[in-house]
């Protein structure tokens, strides 16, 4: 499949369109520097990681509106204090300018993470991001513990990155977030990369917990499975997962070193169903942020 065809793979579906969890657009200084890390092949990379989608912004939105991405994020992460709140003002207003894409926001655990959490909640957002890898911090974190628990009764999914790939850093693996999950059980959390490669311990995680889901953002593709295989015998539990809105469509779109289609192929050749891929694509989504197509 080359990205061409993917229209073709979602209507085949009796879908209207995909809706992709896991995107990023980034201020331009942050992304200039975010792309520079990618292109040195950093610490936290360690392989070459060539970026497919190195274009401007508006060509970016109209890549996925071509692709037939209906609904996407803009997910930012702050890696230092004194960042989350600009960087949750920059988001929410490129979505209120950027038809289709949610609104997106972050935090860093800081004396003011509160507030400004709350004044993104109070400003609409949809959506928060954290990543523990480049982040380097706990997420037990006790001025976080408030934090937790108001995106816990508002419903607010939170995309982390937990998983300990590519490198393990810090604070990475299913026990630092398992420690969030076990005093806020009802957070929505979504797992980003399916958790990879601790693939089976974040899947019990999501079996154990109400409301936590796994992206399949990279999992599953060619790239990935060089650097953490796949279980096959975890594929029972990945369709059951999926089948109960457990699983969502991500891609880490535009910061993916090759086609956005490969991650379709990826989902598709997993052979687990139509129902396992209409739910992956865009039901799941869909249900948890009471979306409807657009456009």
Same mark, same amino acid.
């Given at each position: 499949?080359? @990205?061409?065809?993917?229209?073709?793979?979602?209507?085949?579906?009796?879908?209207?369109?995909?809706? #992709?969890?896991?995107?990023?657009?980034?201020?331009?200084?942050?992304?200039?520097?975010?792309?520079?890390?990618? &292109?040195?092949? *950093?610490?936290?990379?360690?392989?070459?990681?060539?970026? +497919?989608?190195?274009?401007?912004?508006?060509?970016?939105? =109209?890549?996925?509106?071509?692709?037939?991405?209906?609904?996407?994020?803009?997910?930012?992460? +702050?890696?230092?204090?004194?960042?989350?709140?600009?960087?949750?003002?920059?988001?929410? #207003?490129?979505?209120?300018? %950027?038809?289709?894409?949610?609104? !997106?926001?972050?935090?860093?655990?800081?004396?003011?993470?509160?507030?400004?959490?709350?004044?993104?909640? &109070?400003?609409?957002?949809?959506?928060?991001?954290?990543?523990?890898? /480049? $982040?380097?911090?706990?997420?037990?974190?006790?001025?976080? #513990?408030?934090?937790?628990?108001?995106?816990?009764?508002?419903? %607010?999914?939170? /995309?982390?990155?937990?998983? !300990?790939?590519?490198?393990?850093? *810090?604070?990475? *693996?299913?026990?630092?977030?398992?420690? /969030?999950?076990?005093?806020?059980? !009802?957070? &929505?959390?979504?797992?980003?990369?399916?958790?990879?490669?601790?693939?089976?311990?974040?899947? %019990?995680? +999501?079996?154990?917990?109400?409301?936590?889901?796994?992206?399949?953002?990279?999992?599953?593709? @060619?790239?990935?499975?060089?650097?953490?295989?796949?279980?096959?015998?975890?594929?029972?539990?990945?369709?059951?997962?999926?089948?109960?809105?457990?699983?969502?469509?991500?891609? @880490?779109?535009?910061?993916?070193?090759?086609?956005? +289609?490969?991650?379709?192929?990826?989902?598709? =050749?997993?052979?687990?169903?139509?129902?396992?891929?209409?739910? /992956?694509?865009?039901?799941?989504?869909?249900?948890?942020?009471?979306?409807?197509?657009? $456009?």
């Amino acid at each position: 499949m080359i @990205d061409e065809d993917v229209p073709q793979f979602w209507s085949g579906l009796g879908v209207p369109g995909l809706f #992709d969890v896991h995107t990023h657009f980034l201020p331009p200084r942050m992304e200039r520097r975010v792309w520079s890390h990618f &292109d040195a092949g *950093g610490p936290l990379i360690g392989r070459p990681w060539p970026i +497919a989608y190195r274009t401007d912004v508006p060509t970016r939105v =109209r890549t996925l509106d071509a692709l037939g991405v209906k609904w996407f994020s803009a997910l930012t992460y +702050a890696h230092r204090p004194d960042m989350a709140a600009d960087l949750n003002r920059w988001a929410l #207003d490129f979505a209120a300018r %950027t038809p289709g894409c949610l609104r !997106s926001a972050t935090f860093f655990p800081e004396p003011d993470v509160l507030a400004y959490t709350r004044e993104a909640l &109070d400003a609409g957002a949809q959506i928060f991001k954290l990543h523990l890898q /480049v $982040g380097g911090f706990d997420p037990r974190d006790p001025v976080l #513990d408030e934090v937790w628990g108001l995106l816990a009764e508002s419903r %607010t999914p939170v /995309v982390v990155h937990a998983g !300990s790939g590519p490198v393990a850093n *810090g604070f990475t *693996g299913p026990v630092p977030i398992g420690g /969030v999950l076990a005093r806020h059980r !009802s957070l &929505d959390l979504i797992v980003a990369h399916a958790g990879a490669p601790e693939y089976n311990e974040f899947f %019990t995680l +999501a079996e154990r917990y109400p409301n936590v889901r796994l992206d399949t953002t990279m999992a599953f593709t @060619d790239f990935f499975e060089e650097m953490a295989p796949f279980p096959p015998g975890l594929r029972p539990r990945l369709r059951e997962l999926g089948l109960r809105g457990k699983v969502l469509l991500g891609s @880490d779109f535009p910061t993916i070193p090759y086609a956005y +289609a490969h991650q379709l192929d990826a989902l598709a =050749r997993l052979e687990l169903g139509d129902s396992w891929l209409r739910a /992956v694509c865009w039901e799941n989504a869909c249900d948890l942020f009471g979306m409807t197509p657009r $456009g």
